[in-house]
């Protein structure tokens, strides 16, 4: 299925932002190139400094942010105090919910393709009253699409947070708190239903229950797999990520998920109207995060930290 994204509605843009101007820069600059930027209400939410020696590089997003323009309009947020990534996002994606039955997310690191806008909101369109699909994800990493397979899209049962997007009603379903964790956490078949998203997500919710962690975005992960409900990624890559770097709050200096990103020239995309995702895509999804892969991975980025 494709339409014409100039006659249908398009949700807001959400921008979450903290200390580094650099690649905040080149979000907003890959985001402007999108055709519906122009026609989009943008939101950006700028965290408070953690530590004095922040300051500096916080007021300087907060400048950059000023004088952002290409949107229908901005509305910017400056937090006086630290309240970190999680919090940040579940606060402003639930402020701008309040308005919006749906909202595009990015965080200051993404580049976007020049049509991802028209990608997220597409499928935002598109599966609106289709609530077996959680959220849409504007990364992809880069598997091999199937033989014969038409679609510019396919789903897996496993979030993503890079580039992305929700509905109010979807995200109004979620227990931040994971109320439920005690039970979750002695119920083996549970878990192993869980972990069909992926082997790391029984223990990063534990760790994220524990403390050790501060996550929304597998708290988002649990609340989907509860609903049993899917996310759609693109065939293509819509995202790349460029924030592995010394700043970064949750990644450091290799990147092991870099992608193809599309080249953005295509602007209508064919999307699958049975949502069951498909045995070459969840292979190769589970195969990249399998415990081996993943261990292969932390040896690379450990080798280059060293280096």
């Known amino acids: 299925m494709h339409c014409n994204m100039e006659n249908l509605p398009l949700s807001p843009i959400i921008l979450f932002a903290y200390k580094r101007a650099d690649t905040l820069a080149k979000t907003i600059e890959a ?13 950006v939410f700028v965290d408070g400094p953690k530590r004095p020696n922040d300051v500096s590089k916080v007021n300087e997003v907060r400048l950059l942010v000023d004088n952002i323009s290409g949107f229908k309009s901005v509305e910017r947020y ?20 309040k308005i919006y039955q749906s909202v595009i997310v990015l965080e200051d690191d993404l ?8 990608f997220m909101n597409q499928c935002l369109n598109n599966y609106s009253n289709n609530k077996q699909i959680f959220s849409i994800s504007g990364y992809s990493m880069p598997f091999k699409k199937p033989d014969g397979y038409q679609f510019d899209a396919f789903t897996f049962p496993r979030t993503g947070s890079w580039g992305w997007a929700t509905w109010a009603d979807r995200w109004q379903l979620a227990d931040w708190q994971v109320s ?33 962690i501060n996550s929304w975005a597998i708290r988002w992960c649990y609340n989907q797999f509860k609903q049993g409900g899917y996310t759609i990624y693109p065939t293509e890559s819509k995202i790349q990520n460029i924030g592995f770097s010394e700043d970064s709050t949750h990644t450091n200096v290799y990147n092991r998920y870099k992608t193809m990103l599309d080249n953005g020239e295509r602007r209508t995309f064919e999307l699958p109207s ?5 045995e070459a895509y969840k292979r190769q999804f589970r195969m990249q995060y399998s415990i081996p892969i993943r261990v292969f991975n932390r040896l690379k980025t450990y080798a280059g930290l060293r280096m």
């Open 31 to 43: 985001l402007q190139h999108n055709s519906l930027a122009i026609k989009s209400n943008l939101y």
């Open 78 to 97: 400056y937090s006086e105090a630290n309240i970190g990534l999680a919090d940040s996002v579940i606060r402003g994606v639930s402020q701008v919910l």
């Open 111 to 118: 580049i976007p393709s020049h049509n991802f806008l028209d």
């Open 180 to 212: 439920d964790y005690n039970i979750f956490k002695t119920d083996k078949e549970a878990q192993r239903r869980f972990n069909e998203g992926g082997s790391d997500r029984t223990r990063m919710l534990r760790h994220q229950q524990q403390g050790t």
């Open 274 to 278: 049975v949502v069951t995702p498909i």
